[in-house]
């Protein structure tokens, strides 16, 4: 299970004892709730605390936060994953592309072969946490070697829209500016002809991440559209003024930018701008069905949207 900073900072989980518990990572965001990034990782620490006498911490080394609680908790409790030594759980080898994962994790356990649907360094990551966790528990390499193949997508995780176009259409729920960078920067890795990004902010939250997105945005993209997330009651143009001020000092002549407050029609906008080779990202809504502005939420999907609009295009 997700056990969310909030719930574990009002004691929501209090009752539960935990055989293992994972420490992924930890960037800006929720600071509208936790108000400090200390305060944010002292709840999330708390989560150990909740851990049953023979249970395991399983921590990312690869994020600083990780690199701090690793040396917070009992040698004998822990399990750490990472790319290199001294990680316990780490890759003995893996190539990533748009078709998946493919390679073999070291463990104290064994050798781990991967073969995932997945893509993405960050899903590597989360492939070595998910995998670790699951040895800590019990379970054994082949069962693990059978759940990571079996899970075939994430829903609104680098989920590609297929439609029979020429350029690839992924969806992702990338809603802070560490995600959008890690999101934009493995489609980059991946060497298409242009990224041609969509996303917004949404509203009632975190205000100080907007212009931090914009800029990590606009630096990772070829051309971008800046739309409406969840305006929730603020005014989707004033978020959009917090969001350029990130985006404009990060412009120049080859990057086209656009603001266009309707997402369907700036999702429209972007793919008829694409051409083969190219990668659409829209980003910050992921597997939502609905967008919220003031008290009205109205049926809106993402991956959803998209194949209606590469179907208006003539895709099937």
């Avoid at 086209?256 to 906008?269: E, I, K």
């Avoid at 990668?279 to 919220?292: D, I, P, T």
């Amino acid at each position: 299970m997700e056990v969310s900073s909030h719930a574990l900072d009002q004691g929501r989980t209090g009752g539960i004892r935990f055989s293992s518990a994972v420490f992924t990572n930890l960037t800006r965001d929720h600071l509208d709730f936790h108000k400090t990034m200390e305060a944010y990782y002292q709840a999330k620490r708390s989560l150990l605390d909740l851990l049953s006498p023979s249970g395991t911490a399983v921590v990312n080394l690869e994020d600083p936060y990780g690199l701090r609680l690793s040396g917070e908790v009992d040698r004998k409790r822990l399990l750490s994953v990472g790319y290199a030594k001294p990680a316990q759980v780490r890759p003995k080898r893996y190539d990533t592309n748009l078709s998946g994962i493919r390679g073999a994790f070291l463990t104290p356990f064994g050798d781990v072969k991967i073969r995932s649907g997945l893509t993405g360094e960050f899903n590597v990551q989360n492939l070595l946490v998910a995998a670790a966790a699951a040895l800590a528990a019990g379970a054994t390499v082949q069962q693990v070697e059978e759940g990571v193949a079996a899970l075939e997508r994430v829903p609104g995780r680098m989920e590609r829209v297929e439609a029979g176009q020429p350029f690839a259409v992924l969806v992702d729920y990338a809603h802070t500016d560490d995600a959008l960078k890690n999101l934009l920067q493995t489609v980059r890795d991946l060497k298409p002809r242009r990224v041609i990004t969509v996303f917004g902010c949404g509203g009632d939250r975190d205000r100080t991440k907007r212009p931090l997105m914009g800029a990590v945005a606009a630096r990772l993209s070829d051309v971008l559209s800046l739309t409406s997330d969840n305006p929730r009651t603020e005014d989707p143009a004033a978020i959009a003024r917090d969001v350029e001020k990130g985006i404009k000092p990060e412009l120049d002549a080859h990057r086209v930018y656009r603001c266009v407050l309707d997402r369907r029609q700036a999702m429209a906008d972007a793919l008829s701008a694409a051409a083969e080779g190219d990668v659409v990202v829209v980003a910050g809504k992921g597997h939502e069905r609905e967008q919220q502005a003031g008290d009205v939420r109205r049926p809106f999907h993402d991956p959803t949207v998209l194949k209606e609009l590469l179907g208006e295009m003539g895709w099937r």
